[in-house]
């Protein structure tokens, strides 16, 4: 049997009447960026189209429950599903232990309040390094924002009410 990787699709969705969002923390820009533009490079090749695709922007990480709920409850942007991506890296303190553990934990409530897809798209890496491989950024490394995307039109098309 062959062995799934990480991500791996099981069949080819078409998303062409999925409207989705993209809410991306500001912080590592450049690692944020490529995990953006992967997510939408995916996303499209699963037929989404473009301006289906909302991007919006907040101040870091911690901010992205916030926004994701308020994204998936706004009734004239009727989204199937969100990627909050936000790229955390961790510092001398503890600072960076908190926001991990309360953003995946708050994002998960988003998803079960709103019964709307949350696809977990926040890196939390201990280097630099560890952050922008996962973003494609080293050679021949995988963008996990491809993954983000492919999720993103899987399950509100496998789970929608
Ligand atoms: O501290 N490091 C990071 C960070 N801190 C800011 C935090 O998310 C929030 O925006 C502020 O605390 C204001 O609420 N946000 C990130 O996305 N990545 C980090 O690596």
């Known amino acids: 049997m062959a062995v799934q990787g990480l991500g791996a699709i099981d069949q080819q969705y078409d998303g062409s009447a999925l409207r989705i969002g993209i809410v991306h923390a500001r912080w590592n820009k450049e690692i944020i960026d490529a995990l953006v533009a992967g997510a939408i490079k995916k996303l499209k090749a699963f037929n989404v189209k473009e301006e289906n695709i909302i991007v919006q922007s907040v101040p870091g990480s911690f901010e992205l429950p916030f926004?994701?709920?308020?994204?998936?409850?706004?009734?004239?942007?009727?989204?199937?599903?969100?990627?909050?991506?936000?790229?955390?890296?961790?510092?001398?303190?503890?600072?960076?232990?908190?926001?991990?553990?309360?953003?995946?934990h708050a994002l998960m409530r988003v998803q079960?309040?709103?019964?709307?897809?949350?696809?977990?798209?926040?890196?939390?890496?201990?280097?630099?390094?560890?952050?922008?491989?996962?973003?494609?950024?080293?050679?021949?490394?995988?963008?996990?924002?491809e993954d983000w995307g492919a999720a993103a039109v899987e399950m509100p098309l496998k789970y929608s009410r």
């Open 67 to 104: 926004a994701s709920r308020s994204l998936l409850k706004d009734e004239n942007l009727k989204l199937d599903a969100v990627i909050p991506i936000g790229v955390l890296i961790k510092g001398s303190t503890m600072h960076f232990e908190y926001i991990c553990d309360s953003v995946t």
């Open 112 to 145: 079960e309040e709103t019964h709307k897809p949350v696809i977990f798209g926040v890196l939390t890496c201990l280097t630099e390094e560890q952050a922008r491989k996962r973003a494609g950024l080293d050679p021949g490394m995988h963008n996990h924002g």
